[in-house]
């Protein structure tokens, strides 16, 4: 799909920083990372919803998934890593996996006590701050085996 910006990606016609790509999956950093090391995991294939993967695609999301939350845990000294199967900004199925440093990184609307929320847009990170990134998560999951 010429009009979807994850495709786009993954296609090489969007510039991102690409810390893994494989014939079937594509893994780059956020940029407006809710935490340092915040990377989205797509299919190559355009499926606008997660359950219409197919299941070797989702397997290897996962597997990566977790491959990448041993390395942060490591790299950033947290104890969780939050992964999530989302999709509420861009229809093509893919995963955030961010390490969690608060209980509020990824949250809830379930446990919000106030009514009314305003939220900020985070702030982009530059070209260099993303390489950075990248070669310290690519020299973690070197390490991780």
Do not use: N
Not at 28 to 56: A, C, K, N, S
Not at 59 to 67: D, E, F, K, V
Request: with cysteine; proline share 3%.
């Amino acid at each position: 799909m010429t009009d979807c910006l994850f495709c786009r990606i993954a296609a090489g016609d969007v510039e991102a920083s690409i810390l893994h790509a494989d014939d079937m999956i594509v893994a780059f950093l956020d940029i407006e990372p809710i935490r340092r090391g915040h990377v989205q995991i797509v299919p190559r294939r355009h499926y606008d919803y997660f359950e219409d993967l197919p299941t070797q695609t989702a397997s290897a999301i996962l597997a990566l998934g977790q491959r990448l939350s041993r390395a942060m845990k490591r790299l950033y000294g947290v104890r969780r890593v939050g992964f999530a199967f989302t999709g509420g900004d861009i229809a093509h199925a893919h995963a955030h996996v961010i390490p969690l440093h608060e209980h509020t990184d990824l949250t809830s609307r379930r446990y919000i006590a106030e009514d009314k929320l305003t939220f900020v847009s985070l702030p982009r990170q530059s070209a260099v701050e993303r390489q950075d990134v990248v070669d310290e998560l690519r020299r973690a999951l070197e390490g991780e085996g």
